[in-house]
């Protein structure tokens, strides 16, 4: 199974992109999604989660993006968005796609997100 993420791109400060990420075979016993991202010279950061629990599932995100990106999921689909909004250069990063299930640990190829100022 792989994960594959779409939706990076370039915004500027203040704008918007969403990320998407949909696996191409089918994922048992899904605990989480998520995103993660990597800034240049950087290490790999936990953006947001979701867990696959009733009315949706909880999430979890970053306090550097509270209130702006929402991240959401599509069980059927098997696919996990982020909508990210007030872009900052911060924001800039690969993004990484995750999911983790009973059966193992799956890793998108990263899409690259970049905000101008």
């Known amino acids: 199974v792989q994960l594959q993420a779409s939706g990076g791109g370039l915004a500027q400060t203040g704008g918007s992109l969403r990320l998407s990420c949909a696996a191409s075979?089918?994922?048992?016993?899904?605990?989480?999604m998520g995103w993660y991202r990597q800034a240049p010279g950087k290490q790999r950061e936990l953006v947001a989660t979701i867990t696959n629990g009733g009315n949706g599932g909880s999430t979890n995100y970053v306090d550097s993006v509270k209130g702006r990106f929402t991240i959401s999921r599509d069980n059927a689909k098997i696919t996990v968005y982020l909508q990210m909004n007030s872009l900052k250069p911060e924001d800039t990063a690969v993004y990484y796609c995750?999911?983790?299930?009973?059966?193992?640990?799956?890793w998108g190829q990263g899409t690259q997100v970049t905000v101008s100022s």
């Open positions: 075979g089918s994922i048992f016993r899904i605990n989480v």
């Open positions: 995750n999911i983790k299930s009973w059966y193992g640990n799956y």
